[in-house]
């Protein structure tokens, strides 16, 4: 048999082989068939004890060149099989993105966010620091520390919601401002905002809400007297309403502040003179402060001889409803979305 003849004829078979694989595996069952032990190619190499001395180096060299041949022939299929199956994977892969997105817009901070954090940013630019608190809270907490003992008439002024006997959904963020004064041990000086949620048994309608948010303040040092607190709050009012805005003072009552005072500010719609926001008097009522009493002093470690403070609360929904012309307070909480989007930053 003619060596040459039979390398051809096996060549000619792997290319015609070759052409129709269609993946690795069959491949290698190829490269098995024409290149391992049981291969043709591998039996030739057995005919080499027929040949003289003369004739074997020559006969080796053409086998081994065929082996070559036809690695590289397999070799050179490899790459096409890989290229075709890396193609068929980026295709199947492929993200369209020439379709149509569905339309979505980013949302944004809720107007009640964007009222505190604006407040917050002010309050901090007057030094005062951000404290939280928890809302569930102890009667001790929420009441007793704010001078108002369990059959104290004024605890009727804010209903609450009891978990158990001595805990409660916190019905102000004033908790939190004792929590402070407690820590603090009766020596710093304190300069606090609190925000945050309280929550009070009432029935929701336009005005009420069962949860609404506060910012409350409390500032105590050796020297803090009713005219800080004044000037403080205009600051506050003329931020939120207005450069013009003026504020004035009302008695009021409050069992943690003596005296106490409810706070107005002149009418931004018509600058003081009466209109029908104001209902005819000039101005709106917006918070409620005092200077803290003694009591609330004394019971939270700080001594009434040296120190002194004062405190207020806002309601945050109430601001809101001011400044934006807001008629119903549900619409901070029933999140439709033709409300929230009038407020985008
Ligand atoms: N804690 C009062 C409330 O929630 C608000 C307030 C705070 C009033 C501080 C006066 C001084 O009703």
Redesign the pocket.
Known sequence: MNVDNKIESLKASLEEALATVENQNELQQLKATYLGKKSELTQLMRHMKDLSNEEKPAFGQKINEAKQAFEALIDAQKVIIQKREMDALLKKETIDVTLDAPDFSPGSAHLLNQIIEDIEDLFIGMGYQIKEGPEIETDLMNFEKLNLPKDHPARDM?DSLYITEDTLLR??T?PVQVRTMLEYGGKKPVKIICPGKVYRRDDDDATHSHQFM?I?GLVVDKETTMSDLKGTLLVVAKHLFGPDRKIRFRPDY?P??EP?VEVDVTCANCDGVGCSICKQTGYIEIL???MVNDKVLKMSGYDPNIYQGF???IGVERLAMLKYGIEDIRHFYTNDLRFNKQFKR
């Open positions: 804010q019905t102000h004033s506060q409350e409050f943690f502040t106490s409620g402060a005092g405190a207020f609360g």
